[in-house]
């Protein structure tokens, strides 16, 4: 079945700390591949998305995600966090290909506390 | 920018009630979706709606849950007779293609 994985479930960072979340799916076709973000009391909003090209991709407020197709992976990255990136964090993916309605697939949600 | 809204934002109702939680996706969306999340839980795909069709429902989706597009704008999910375990927060989502935009959903609290 497709599903995504998000390796941290809790990361507590101090500010201007690096960040790195992990995220693996399991699909063996062409995929698009998101990141959202939940602040608290809000709703989801996108962070940034993959559909094809180059795989490093830049969204918002400074964070970046890798598509690495060999490892399944949409890793996300910031290089230096601050106290208002406190917030959930899901990775998720759309199938595509025939039968695929591009629903999204999430992961668990890692929930990012950032210490100032 | 454009939002998809979603009424009420905190619904309690008593269990084996119907309920029925409202969206508004943006005008011009052509995809219509439900997503839920039960707390502690990850966010799980209900529906996908097309063309004035359901286009995919996942097994959570049983007979108990309908959606409806009645008016062009708005885009309903109905819940025929609640359990407790349909507590959680439902979002609504659409898009044009690609990239969905999401409100800020409803919690449904069932008694």
């Known amino acids: 079945a497709q599903s995504v994985s998000q390796h941290n479930h809790h990361v507590i960072l101090s500010e201007a700390a690096s960040l790195e979340l992990g995220c693996n799916y399991s699909?063996?076709?062409?995929?698009?591949l998101f990141w959202y973000v939940q602040y608290p009391g809000q709703h989801l909003q996108l962070l940034l998305k993959?559909?094809?090209?180059?795989?490093l991709v830049k969204g918002i407020k400074g964070f970046e995600a890798e598509f690495i197709k060999s490892k399944f992976s949409f890793n996300l990255r910031k290089p230096s966090v601050q106290w208002s990136d406190t917030a959930e964090y899901f990775c998720a993916v759309i199938p595509l290909g025939s039968g695929n309605t591009g629903k999204l697939i999430f992961g668990q949600g890692t929930t990012l506390q950032v210490k100032p | 920018e454009p939002e998809v809204t979603q009424t009420p934002s905190h619904q309690v109702t008593q269990m084996g009630q119907e309920v029925i939680l409202r969206c508004v996706p943006i005008s011009n969306h052509l995809y219509f979706y439900w997503y839920r999340q039960i707390l502690g839980q990850k966010v799980e795909f209900l529906v996908s709606f097309y063309n004035n069709e359901i286009s995919e429902k996942s097994e959570i989706f049983d007979d108990q849950f309908s959606v409806e597009r009645p008016d062009g704008s708005n885009f309903t999910l109905k819940i025929r007779s609640t359990k407790l375990e349909d507590s959680a927060m439902y979002f609504c989502?659409?898009?044009?293609?690609?990239?969905?935009?999401f409100g800020d959903g409803t919690r449904l609290s069932i008694l």
């Open positions: 993959y559909f094809s090209g180059d795989p």
């Open positions: 989502a659409s898009s044009v293609k690609g990239p969905q935009h």
């Open positions: 699909y063996g076709g062409t995929v698009n």
